[in-house]
Nanobody, 116 residues
């Protein structure tokens, strides 16, 4: 059974930083692309950033230059370092993993609140 556990959310002032973590596990689980998505109240869930097994990264324009995604393969953990946070970054952040088999797995989400 595949499990994803996010952590690191919280309340921060505008301009501050937070680091989110997504720890994953599962027997025989082969993650291919790991990404972060977010959903603000009343809005659709949107993609934020992704990293492949090979280490290639990609970012939404709204976070480019402020957010950094990375992964620690030894710890089966992906991180999202968020800097220069803005109130509009307030959302529930979700980790999503697509396996080599094409299956998608979601975490439970972690709340990020940026105060002005």
């Amino acid at each position: 059974q595949v499990q994803l556990v996010e952590s690191g959310g919280g309340l921060v002032q505008a301009g501050g930083t937070l680091r989110l973590s997504c720890a994953f596990s599962g027997r025989g689980f082969r993650p291919y692309v790991i990404g972060w998505h977010r959903q603000a109240p009343g809005q659709q869930r949107e993609w934020v950033a992704a990293i492949t097994t090979g280490g290639s990264t990609n970012y939404a324009d709204s976070v480019k230059g402020r957010f950094t995604i990375s992964r620690d393969n030894a710890k089966n953990t992906v991180y999202l370092e968020m800097a220069s946070l803005k109130p509009e970054d307030t959302a529930v952040y979700y980790c999503k993993i697509r396996s080599f088999e094409g299956n998608d797995y979601w975490g439970q989400g972690t709340q990020v609140t940026v105060s002005s």
